[in-house]
T-cell receptor, first 113, second 115 residues
Framework: KNQVEQSPQSLIILEGKNCTLQCNYTVSPFSNLRWYKQDTGRGPVSLTIMTFSENTKSNGRYTATLDADTKQSSLHITASQLSDSASYICVVSAGSNNNDMRFGAGTRLTVKP | EPEVTQTPSHQVTQMGQEVILRCVPISNHLYFYWYRQILGQKVEFLVSFYNNEISEKSEIFDDQFSVERPDGSNFTLKIRSTKLEDSAMYFC?????????????FGPGTRLTVT
């Protein structure tokens, strides 16, 4: 069964600290992996997209890694800000079909002053 | 920067009624999608639409649902005979065009409440 599992379920950190969110997947065949940020009551916003051949991608203070062999990805947030408080969702696409997107349940990050 | 828009932001309807959720995708995009997110749960794929027809749909997208692109700019999701369990956030997304084919841009969502 194609699954995307994220950990931790929720995380609280102090402003300015770094954190790393994890994503494990069993989706096969793999096409690409994305990390989205979703503010409460809003639509997801894309942070990074990685294909099979990419093992790291950065977008400002966000750095995603991908290990296609172990089927793991991480999202590292550097120097967190209060505005980083949101859910971070890992999404894996299967095969050549961009429509077959499997969503993780997300990690709820809270950044406190 | 162009964005996907959705109306209404919140829709309240009685069980058994029909609702139409509206979306205006980014203008040069070619692929359109509907997703739903029940409160506290994962985002779930409903349907994708390309070249004026459904390209893929999930098990959730049964005969109760239909999509249409009536005028070349709007993209609608119709839910017939709504049920309590249809209460959710419904997100529209679009992709394709000048940017990466893979990148889907989501709208802000419509919160549907069925009473």
């Amino acid at each position: 069964k194609n699954q995307v599992e994220q950990s931790p379920q929720s995380l609280i950190i102090l402003e300015g600290k770094n954190c790393t969110l994890q994503c494990n997947y069993t989706v096969s065949p793999f096409s690409n992996l994305r990390w989205y940020k979703q503010d409460t009551g809003r639509g997801p916003v894309s942070l990074t997209i990685m294909t099979f051949s990419e093992n790291t991608k950065s977008n400002g203070r966000y750095t995603a890694t991908l290990d296609a062999d172990t089927k793991q990805s991480s999202l590292h947030i550097t120097a967190s800000q209060l505005s980083d408080s949101a859910s971070y969702i890992c999404v894996v696409s299967a095969g050549s079909n961009n429509n077959d997107m499997r969503f993780g349940a997300g990690t709820r990050l809270t950044v406190k002053p | 920067e162009p964005e996907v828009t959705q109306t209404p932001s919140h829709q309240v309807t009685q069980m058994g009624q029909e609702v139409i959720l509206r979306c205006v995708p980014i203008s040069n995009h070619l692929y359109f999608y509907w997703y739903r997110q029940i409160l506290g749960q994962k985002v779930e794929f409903l349907v994708s639409f390309y070249n004026n027809e459904i390209s893929e749909k999930s098990e959730i997208f049964d005969d109760q649902f239909s999509v249409e692109r009536p005028d070349g700019s709007n993209f609608t999701l119709k839910i017939r005979s709504t049920k309590l369990e249809d209460s959710a956030m419904y997100f529209c997304a679009s992709s394709g065009g000048d940017r990466s084919y893979y990148e889907q841009y989501f709208g802000p969502g419509t919160r549907l409440t069925v009473t």
